[in-house]
């Protein structure tokens, strides 16, 4: 059996209802939001796995995480994004670069590029964390006139701890993609 895997920061309760309650905001764009249950932080997106792949990946994001103490993320602004395409294909949370995040990011990326899987795509550009919101239908946002398209550059202060990163399954369905987390890694913890 195939799993579409990836790694991600799972979002407390009380910020995905937050980032949802954004989304009311702009229901006029032609736009599929992201269920508020759906709301994460994507690490590295690994695509298909076999169950043998998927142990593996489970034990190797397991080392990476007892390498990385809890660290706190910010979330700055919701904006189009990428930044600079267009159209657009989303709208999303950026949240702000940090040390930690980016450390653990990579850690995860080279432990998995030097594993016998290989399956990821590496980024060369610095990790920027973001949390899409909601994917733009392209073809009905150029339809809408530039000057009726709305501006979305919204400022946030919303900061929460990560004490976990999440590997997860990715099924697609009819109504979205529904997510299970399949194992809660613990980053370390000098609590011993």
Not at 139 to 151: A, D, N
């Given at each position: ?18 980032l949802a309650d954004y989304q009311l905001k702009w229901l006029e764009l032609p736009c599929r939001w992201t269920k508020k249950d759906n709301l ?153």
């Amino acid at each position: 059996m195939r799993h579409r895997i990836f790694i991600a920061i799972n979002l407390p309760e009380d910020i995905k209802k937050k980032l949802a309650d954004y989304q009311l905001k702009w229901l006029e764009l032609p736009c599929r939001w992201t269920k508020k249950d759906n709301l994460h932080i994507t690490l590295v997106f690994l695509g298909y796995l076999s169950n043998e792949e998927l142990l593996e990946i489970i034990k190797i994001t397991k080392e990476v995480a007892l390498h990385h103490e809890p660290f706190f993320i910010n979330l700055k602004k919701i904006i189009y994004g990428p930044p600079k395409k267009f159209p657009p294909r989303m709208i999303w949370v950026e949240g702000e670069k940090s040390e930690e995040l980016g450390k653990l990011q990579q850690d995860l990326e080279n432990s998995l590029l030097s594993s016998s899987i290989k399956k990821i795509e590496s980024e060369s550009k610095p990790y920027t964390p973001h949390i899409t919101l909601g994917r733009i239908r392209a073809w009905e946002f150029r339809r809408i006139e530039p000057e009726e398209r709305p501006e979305i550059n919204e400022e946030l202060n919303l900061s929460f701890p990560v004490n976990s990163i999440e590997i997860m399954e990715s099924q697609l369905k009819r109504g979205g993609a529904e997510y299970t987390i399949l194992e809660s890694l613990e980053l370390k913890s000098d609590q011993l």
